[in-house]
């Protein structure tokens, strides 16, 4: 049995490395251009759930994420606005609250994200949830829902260099296109006098979010601690994003690779 049990593990290594140049044709390595390893699809975890403060870099690793492994991106706020249009049960309940200028509550939020969950591209492909759960409750009420995770990942950034970058936002309120005055200004001069700032990206304003969001982290991530992984976001997105995807490819290869002893036990 302990043969056959090698045997198996020596095939999905194998594996694994084999997909290297197909994966290489078919995105032509990451969206980034960064050399990040082999990523099976097979093999990497589908099932992800992507956390960090404001300005964190969330939605830039959400998109080589998504361009990688093909998962399904899930917001809340997107899922609320789809279920309302689509006029599902819990979209009806959620559109009352909102109408009413309410937030909507936590067992809402589950029933639209479950409902998502059950839909086909989720079951074939994957999924990635971005920002949520945000407090211990809503983490409690998506396990109590038997939705569950592959894969934490926490995208860590020191306070200070949060607010350097919310501060520095600005959008072209023509494109909407995104630049940052330190980071990455607009070279057009005509660009850079249309560009406008958010009421809410200034420092008093996420001092207060980084407030709020510090003060529920920490029982989230202690509900993921057998999933979670922790990564440097200060650095440069090419950097982060390879160590994501490894991450991802890392933690997915360890779970197949228990399955697989225990089933030949």
């Known amino acids: 049995m302990k043969s056959a049990a090698a045997l198996l593990l020596l095939t999905l290594a194998q594996s694994t490395s084999a997909f290297t140049t197909v994966r ?27 956390a960090g403060a404001p300005a964190s870099g969330k939605g830039t690793q959400c998109e080589v994420i998504i ?47 479950k409902d998502r969950l059950r839909e086909s591209d989720c079951q074939e492909n994957g999924w990635l949830l971005d920002g949520f759960p945000r407090t211990q409750a809503q983490a409690k009420a998506l396990a109590d829902a038997g939705v569950s995770a592959d ?25 909407g296109k995104i630049y940052h005055m330190t980071f990455s200004p607009p070279e057009d001069e005509e660009i850079l006098n249309r560009l406008e700032r958010r009421s809410d990206d200034t ?25 979670m992984v922790s990564i440097d976001g200060s650095r440069a997105p090419t950097e982060v994003s390879s160590e994501v995807l490894k991450t991802i490819n890392r933690m997915r290869t360890h779970q197949r690779r228990k399955a697989l002893v225990g089933c030949l036990r």
């Open 24 to 50: 290489q044709q078919r995105v032509g390595g990451s969206v980034w251009g960064i050399s990040s390893g082999p990523i099976d699809s097979s093999l990497s975890a589908k099932n992800i759930i992507i």
């Open 67 to 113: 361009k990688n492994l093909g998962v399904v991106h899930l917001s809340t706020g997107d899922m609320l606005r789809a279920a309302v249009a689509a006029e599902t049960e819990v979209g009806k309940m959620a559109k009352d609250f909102m109408d009413s200028g309410k937030l909507v509550p936590d067992e809402i939020i589950i029933g639209i994200i």
């Open 151 to 175: 894969c934490f990942i926490f995208l860590d950034v020191p306070d200070e260099m949060l607010v350097e970058r919310v501060v520095g936002r600005r959008t072209d309120p023509i494109t």
């Open 203 to 227: 420092e008093e304003k996420v001092k207060v979010r980084l407030e709020q969001f510090h003060a529920n982290i920490d029982a989230v991530k202690d509900s993921y601690t057998d999933i």
